[in-house]
């Protein structure tokens, strides 16, 4: 029992971390364990965790603020958020299923994992995405871009889980990015 117990707190505790954010963190999340044999049953928190890439690049804040819609679009993400007063844009709740522009969830997300799939690729997911810019001084710009996801069952009424980013998306965004900015 005790080895059960061990075990599902670990694959809970991998299912709840995260690389990515949509600028407000998912809420905790509360599991409790059943015991066997009429023991006290075991309640475990979960506390998201949430962090976001960042790059300075040598390259003016307008340049990149202009390339930035199409990164998104090339990216298969439509803009739902764009303020030029704060240099934010992206979108908060893409709801989509198993695939981004051709590319499987799993690879950006971490929902766990359903009968020894990843459930990512069939779970529905609202995926938030947010690019911030910043000045880095003369002709630098600190870009900051966020990734976070909820996911739940398709065919089954289920509540929302929280699907942390494996940082590919990011990756992804920032190599688009870069190519966006060689091409203009």
Not at 28 to 41: C, E, K, L, M, N
Not at 87 to 111: F, Q
Not at 160 to 180: D, M, P, Q, T
Request: hydrophobic residues 40%; contains cysteine; charged residues 15%.
């Amino acid at each position: 029992m005790r080895l059960a117990l061990l075990l599902s707190v670990a694959t809970l505790a991998g299912c709840a971390s995260s690389q990515g954010s949509s600028g407000s963190p998912a809420p905790d999340q509360t599991v409790r364990i059943p015991s066997s044999g009429g023991g006290t049953a075991t309640t475990l928190s979960i506390a998201s965790s949430t962090s976001a890439a960042v790059k300075t690049l040598p390259v003016s804040m307008e340049r990149i603020w202009s390339v930035l819609p199409a990164v998104y679009d090339s990216m298969g993400i439509p803009v739902m958020n764009r303020d030029a007063a704060t240099h934010t844009i992206g979108n908060p709740s893409l709801k989509i299923r198993r695939r981004l522009a051709d590319v499987p969830l799993s690879r950006y997300l971490e929902c766990g994992d359903t009968q020894g799939a990843p459930s990512a690729d069939s779970y529905e997911i609202l995926l938030s995405m947010n690019t911030t810019l910043q000045s880095g001084g003369a002709d630098a710009t600190t870009v900051t871009t966020s990734v976070d996801g909820l996911g739940r069952p398709v065919f089954v009424s289920a509540e929302y889980i929280h699907c942390g980013s494996k940082g590919g998306l990011e990756k992804r965004f920032f190599a688009v990015l870069n190519a966006e900015l060689m091409r203009k």
